[in-house]
DNA sequence: TTTAGCACTCTAAACTTACGAGTGCTAAAC
DNA sequence: GTTTAGCACTCGTAAGTTTAGAGTGCTAAA
């Protein structure tokens, strides 16, 4: 792949750009009109030519203007695109939705919030992935008696989850010995991050306590239910924005996202898989095919300097590069700050 | 308003089922070849117009057939709808669902999955309504002290239903303090519902303890919030769906009610008002313009004979009535005697 | 290397036409 | 008096037709 000269970027750039905000195909009057005055359509015609030649520029068809390929899309946000401040009024809202997020200690709230301010200032659709159990630090595990046969587990992480079972207790133990049983538990078990519990030490634990199995059993398996993949806490923002998108006026393509919107597993997957710094994936980039014409910017939230969860915004692959990503990397960076003091 | 003769009543009934399943205007021909073999297709013509007169159908335009009104279709949810059956297949799935349910004790996965079944088995959005905290009776009330400054509260209700909150803890207070305050809340409130935990009688607790004051603040905040709106736990299944129906090919109309999706207070505003049996709400008998041409099916759950719940299915008017309301029966039965045995 | 000019292409919108399903009315039949 | 056949009329949809205009590629001159 050729390297593009200057002038070519200059193009390049400028097609996207008003692709982005129009949605209509870009002919070359356009371009040279309103962004490149000292050319004339005709240069910027064969230059058009080159870049569609070079794979960045598509054409709908034979007497259209020309719209950012998948390729096209990808270079301008390496290379091409810069940084889009914000607007004052949008700071301000943002920081007024974090200052009142810092009274409620709720988790579930913060996500909550955290989506619908991804989306309304996008006005995209957003996913925000909950802290995942997976990735946390165990700090206390306790035990709360109900009656002769029940107790509650109750399970709290470095990240402020607090996870909940309720378990039936085998009649032959007596209150001292669960609270020894706890606090062996406790002691072998905390600080260690959940993900890490492994097989092995779970196993091994098994082991120690095989006598008071039943009990343990139980308790171990709330364990294991937390590091499982089963615990997909996506929420949602906007998704009704996607509907403002010309790209999906066409029904099917909604139908697919929507019913693609109610299965956390893929979505958190999709989440997931990037798991440092923002990441931009385009069109196909994307393993779904229900996403082959969105784009999803993502960015990790850290606790305690590692990575715990994941917030997106899911857009038409003419989507706000710039914007979003500033936006992204705002909110989570507020969201670090909002979860260190927790 | 004259009561319908049997003739007009029978024409009635085809024309409501006629146009639920083809979703087009039933025209004279169809009913009398279809529907009522010993009638010419000029005499439904003038009994439709009759029907017409009479407010029960209304013409799209003037040479178009006829389909059902509101008022239609009221009268054929009160008078004309038979029962309909489950097919087998279907049955079968339900039970298998609820087969599998009764080993999972965790009430959110109960409810979700009953979303899931409940739009996979009728085709349109399902809503359900996890058990309100307000409309549970507290039953126990823990603290479990986390450090020297924090604690966790952990209120449980009879529906199963564990609520988490960390609170500060003034300094001035021992374990034992401690202990004796939480046994005399438990004392005081354990078996009282939460919803008639009075203004008054919180009230009276606060002077009571009012030495210990600001523990007391915190734990009866998490009172508070629990019998307030704020929780609106609602699930939504096969959001999607709508995009099957025809009379959501109009983008607008969609784009309003994936918002209103989103908006958990008002949805579950919609559920909360009926709470008896099961309620069918058409058209613009729902209070929100968003649905004014939807129509809402609902039924409240029990838990020890106490509705805590409810569950809903949301279509267009022309919805398979029928078939919805022995759906939601059965469904809400299911989830009976899934919370009688919890 | 750039640009003006021009013929050509192709879509989208506007307009026309044709079709057919369905109606209401009238007058005859039962 | 009720039912039905017949018929002229309405109106929306779908299928063609036309037109306007935006944009292109190419050629030849600057």
């Known amino acids: 792949m050729t390297a593009l000269n200057e002038r070519k970027q200059k193009i390049l750039h400028a097609v996207v750009t008003d692709y982005i905000v129009t949605a209509e195909p870009v002919g070359s009057r356009t371009v040279s009109r309103r962004y490149h005055t000292d050319l004339s359509a005709a240069t910027i015609r064969n230059e058009m030519a ?65 989506a619908k301010a991804l989306s309304l200032i996008t ?45 039936e ?17 406790n002691e072998q078990l905390a600080g260690k991050s959940i993900e890490l519990l492994s097989a092995a030490q779970l196993k091994q634990l098994r082991s120690e306590l095989f006598h008071k199995m039943d009990l343990l059993e139980q308790m171990l398996l709330l364990l294991d239910e937390s590091s499982s993949e089963s615990e997909s806490r996506v929420f949602l923002g906007g998704t009704s924005n996607i509907l403002n998108q010309p790209e999906f006026k066409d029904l099917e393509k909604v139908k697919h996202l929507l019913a693609l919107f109610e299965e956390g597993e893929r979505l958190s997957f999709m989440l997931e898989t990037t798991m440092d710094g923002v990441s931009i994936r385009i069109g196909t980039e994307n ?3 229900e996403m082959n014409e969105c784009s999803l910017v993502t960015a990790t939230y850290m606790l305690h300097d590692r990575p715990v969860g994941a917030i997106g915004v899911l857009g038409p692959t003419r989507m706000e590069y710039a914007k979003v990503v500033t936006v992204i990397e705002k909110i989570s960076n507020k969201l670090n700050h909002l979860l260190d003091v927790l």
Chains 1, 2 share one sequence.
Do not use: C, W
């Open 287 to 289: 393993r779904l095919s």
């Open 123 to 167: 006005n995209y659709t957003s996913l925000v992935l909950g802290p995942q159990l997976r990735r946390s630090t165990l700090k206390q595990l306790h035990l709360v008696p109900l009656s002769e046969e029940r107790a509650l587990v109750v399970l709290i992480t470095d990240t402020g989850f607090i996870k909940n079972k309720i378990i």
């Open 169 to 185: 207790l085998p009649q032959a133990l007596n209150e001292d010995e669960l609270s020894r049983i706890v606090g062996y538990l």
């Open 50 to 114: 080159d870049l569609e030649e070079l794979g960045y520029l598509t054409q709908p068809h034979t007497s259209a203007g020309r719209i950012p390929s998948q390729q096209g899309y990808r270079f301008y946000v390496d290379s091409l695109m810069g940084v889009a401040p914000l607007a004052p009024e949008e700071e301000k809202y943002l920081s007024g939705v974090y200052l009142q997020l810092r009274k409620m200690k709720e988790i579930d709230q913060i996500i909550q919030h955290t």
